[in-house]
């Protein structure tokens, strides 16, 4: 059972080193062809979403309810430890589509008006991030807030 349990650290490892690698690479997709998407109210595919994976909601994971209209995030400031799994659930009460995004962590979700979207985050790393809403102009209106990340109690 010991090999068992060293073939299963080691996979942790691998898999905490691909994220690592896709965070690292996974400078968000700069302008090109944003804004193109941006006029479009249809369900959109947005150019990053094949790799999402670091988004993807967590099973079991707290979940963190966010609201974003024109033009701010409820709570603004949102607080998450260290290592601890949270879903982070963008509730859009504007009539404008919004994002939250977390540029230094690859972390982004998108809710059209009216709609929410949640994506899991591991915070590994102690921290203050900035986060804001990407779409042109929103975050330069008041969409940014803070992500405090802190050691266990
Ligand atoms: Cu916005």
Same mark, same amino acid.
Do not use: K, M, R
């Given at each position: 059972m010991r090999d068992a349990r060293l073939l299963w650290s080691g996979l942790t490892l691998l898999a905490v080193a691909v994220l690592g690698a896709i965070l690292t690479a996974g400078s968000l997709p700069g302008g090109v062809g944003w804004m193109n998407y941006m006029g479009s109210h249809h369900q959109m595919m947005w150019p990053w979403q094949d790799g999402a994976a670091a988004t993807e909601p967590i099973p079991g994971a707290t979940e963190l309810i966010l609201d974003a209209r024109?033009?701010?995030? =409820?709570?603004?400031?949102?607080?998450?430890?260290?290592?601890?799994?949270?879903? %982070?659930? %963008?509730?859009?009460?504007? =009539?404008?589509?919004?994002?939250?995004?977390?540029?230094?962590?690859g972390f982004r979700i998108i809710a059209a008006a009216g709609e929410s979207a949640t994506g899991g985050l591991v915070p590994a790393a102690l921290g203050t991030y900035g986060f804001e809403c990407s779409i042109p102009g929103h975050a330069q209106a008041g969409m940014t807030g803070t992500l405090v990340v802190k050691g266990a109690p």
């Open positions: 024109e033009f701010g995030f =409820s709570p603004a400031t949102v607080t998450v430890n260290e290592d601890v799994p949270v879903n %982070l659930t %963008l509730v859009n009460t504007g =009539s404008l589509i919004h994002d939250l995004t977390i540029q230094e962590l």
